[in-house]
């Protein structure tokens, strides 16, 4: 079983990307874990990779995709879960090029749909708990709202997360995935264009839901 999972920053990508892991047993293939296995293991290509990263330059698509299909290719026999890639038109173009080539077939691509500005509200409304940082608490999700400032579960001290109060940072990201004509989007409908004809199903999760309501339709949309 061959996934892949689309979803901006604050959607809930990594919760639901799990459940569809668990439920197959799958290897979960995440962009940051390619480059690590690859640069820290002083492959050649992540060699090559450190260069560009070293001089503060992106490490182009020629290194990048031989990088991942070597993740791939190496992952169990279950199947994996590819999360963070492709973020671009181009390199959806390249991946899917690749895996032709390679016979490598795709079973399912998830795209969970959330507009920006709800993305972003529930970004910055994140809250940790002092006590358990698996306590859910988010000011911009009315379910899991913290009680006044204490934890929802708990009622142990929030903080919020520095990064999570970046908006530049958050922007910045979120430029990258809602650009439909070259950027993430674009990769996504690309494969949503190529479901039919290739005999893979496009599933489309409403990221407004609640986590249940989505997981169920999830589950429900996994044969
Ligand atoms: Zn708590």
Redesign the pocket.
Known sequence: MNILIFGPNGSGKGTQGSLAKKKFDLDHIESGAIFRKHIGGGTELGLKAKAFIDKGELVPDDITIPMVLDVLKNSSANGWLLDGFPRSIVQAEKLWDALQKDGVKLDYVIEILLPREVAKARIMGRRL?A??PN?PNNIGIAAIAPDGDK?R????ALTARADDQDENAIDKRHNIYYDTKTGTLAAAYFYKDKAAEAGFKYIELNGEGSIDEIKEFLISQLA
Request: net charge negative; proline share 0%; hydrophobic share 10%.
């Open positions: 708990c006590t358990d306590h934890c579960v708990c009622g142990g």
